[in-house]
């Protein structure tokens, strides 16, 4: 069985893929195990983003356990003998046969989940992000001239 993992922590530490080992990943991750029947994809995550980060991890002990879940960076009060339900959703998904079929799957339900609209280029776009950081051309105020 071959096996490959995906993590998804946007924008932060650099994605990678790895082959085995352990993993732990803010907001999500793909795991991608080739079989001789097929391809079986697992993506789990975050859906809702209220309260808490997100972590999804993968441990390669013997049964290769998946966790998911949500810690409070900051601390939100809660008063003794009140209860407080957070509207923090995650998410989990294995029936997509295509890794990117199930990434895109979670795009789409992350949408519906946080009621935005996604709206999807019709034309070819280049990201322009890149000019606000000084070694892809952008000066210190962030601006690009173009010669």
């Not at 003794?80 to 046969?97: M, V």
Request: charged share 20%.
């Amino acid at each position: 069985m071959t096996q490959f993992m995906l993590d998804g922590n946007g924008g932060g530490p650099a994605n990678k893929v790895r082959k085995g080992g352990d993993l732990l990943s803010y907001n999500n991750l793909l795991l991608c195990r080739k079989r001789a029947g097929g391809t079986v994809n697992i993506v789990i995550g975050g859906l809702t983003y209220e309260d808490f980060m997100k972590f999804a991890e993968l441990q390669e002990s013997e049964n290769k356990e998946l966790f998911l879940y949500g810690e409070d960076p900051v601390g939100k009060r809660v008063d003794p003998g009140d209860k407080y339900i957070s509207p923090d959703r995650f998410y989990l998904e294995y029936t997509s046969p295509d890794p990117f079929m199930a990434l895109e799957l979670y795009g789409e339900t992350m949408s519906v989940a946080q009621n935005v609209n996604l709206d999807y280029y019709t034309f070819p776009s280049v990201c322009m992000w890149f000019l606000s950081v000084k070694h892809f051309g952008g000066d210190l105020s962030g601006s690009y001239v173009i010669q």
